[in-house]
């Protein structure tokens, strides 16, 4: 069975551009989940989407944005980037989230914003 | 809101010992406390998990100990092998909410000696 699968694996910003990054969950799996990962921060929780909708969010700046398909895959945006946006951007999928839920992880999209 | 504080940051140990990397956590409401394993440049890679309703768990070579009313958790790896070099994460579902979320310790590095 595949695993999450995310794209890009790399790319390069500037300043002021926006990017978007796709994750296409685990075969089965209705929960997304979203998270930065940085040397300094480490793993910070963006966003969860099931169902399409948004169920929870983190603390991030109204410039970081998700959404979910139909087929249970997911985009997130980030507009107006900034050079501390540069970080690892990891999706998560799970059954059905929810608390307890198993979490798995894709391999990641790393953003370098110059 | 939850925390997750994780020790050591660092650890060497020599092959074949045995490697202890501890973690705290603030909300009693958290019920679930998966452990990653993240090599460089991947993604986390889920290698064991416990719900609150366990106190010990193991897999071969790794096992978990949850403490409830002390609130911290610990992943235990004997026999140590060089490939289980890498940066390791504890995190505790976020007891609030009823989504997925999870709060990540700061990871701890550890190193085997051949």
């Known amino acids: 069975k595949a695993g999450v699968t995310q794209t890009p694996r790399y790319l390069i910003k500037t300043r002021g551009q926006q990017v978007t990054l796709s994750c296409s969950p685990i075969?089965?799996?209705?929960?997304v989940s979203w998270y930065q990962q940085t040397p300094g921060q480490g793993l910070q929780f963006l966003f969860e989407?099931?169902?399409?909708?948004?169920?929870n969010k983190g603390n991030f700046p109204g410039r970081f944005s998700g959404r979910q398909f139909s087929n249970s895959r997911s985009e997130m945006n980030v507009s107006t980037l900034e050079l501390g946006d540069s970080a690892l951007y990891l999706c998560?999928?799970?059954?059905?989230?929810?608390?307890?839920?198993?979490?798995?992880f894709g391999e990641g999209s790393w953003l370098t914003v110059v | 809101g939850e925390n997750v504080e994780q020790h050591p940051s660092t650890l060497s140990v020599q092959e074949g010992d045995s490697a202890v990397i501890k973690c705290t956590y603030s909300?009693?409401?958290?019920?679930?406390f998966p452990w990653y394993k993240q090599e460089l440049g991947k993604g986390p890679q889920l290698i064991i998990d416990?719900?609150?309703?366990?106190g010990e768990k193991k897999d071969q070579r790794i096992a978990v100990t949850l403490n409830k009313t002390a609130k911290h958790f610990s992943l235990h790896i004997t026999e140590t092998q060089p490939e289980d070099s890498a940066v390791y994460f504890c995190?505790?579902?976020?007891?609030?909410?009823?989504?997925?979320?999870?709060?990540f310790g700061q990871g701890t590095t550890l190193q085997v000696k051949p």
């Open positions: 998560a999928s799970s059954l059905e989230g929810g608390r307890g839920n198993t979490i798995y």
């Open positions: 075969s089965g799996h209705r929960s």
């Open positions: 989407y099931f169902s399409e909708t948004q169920r």
């Open positions: 909300d009693s409401a958290s019920n679930y």
């Open positions: 416990i719900r609150s309703n366990v």
């Open positions: 995190a505790a579902n976020e007891g609030s909410s009823n989504t997925g979320k999870l709060i």
